[in-house]
């Protein structure tokens, strides 16, 4: 039973990691990152890292896997916001 859920918590967190990549994608397109908000990306990004942390105080490979995950994707969104902040 605990290799099924694993896997439903990787799936999960998969899914919920993956929701920034058409942001994300849409900001490169465009060049353009001024209606963004930078306070969500650090708040997601504290959390983000915060559940890394769990995870690995839990060792669950999902849990861990997943956050860096979303917190390489707030990253790069952070740094496109100043990238392209002027571009309009």
């Known amino acids: 039973m ?18 920034l990549v058409p942001q994300l994608v849409t900001t490169i397109k ?13 708040i ?7 559940w890394s942390y769990y995870g690995f105080k839990k060792d669950d490979f999902p849990i ?3 956050n860096i995950f979303s917190i390489l994707l707030n990253s790069t969104m952070i740094i496109l916001k100043y990238r392209y902040k002027n571009n309009k």
């Open 2 to 19: 605990k290799d099924t859920n694993e896997i439903i918590g990787l799936v999960a967190g998969i899914f919920t990691s993956s929701a």
């Open 30 to 42: 465009k060049k353009k990152a001024q209606d963004m908000s930078f306070l969500l990306f650090i």
């Open 44 to 50: 997601m990004l504290t959390g983000n890292a915060l």
């Open 64 to 66: 861990i896997s997943t």
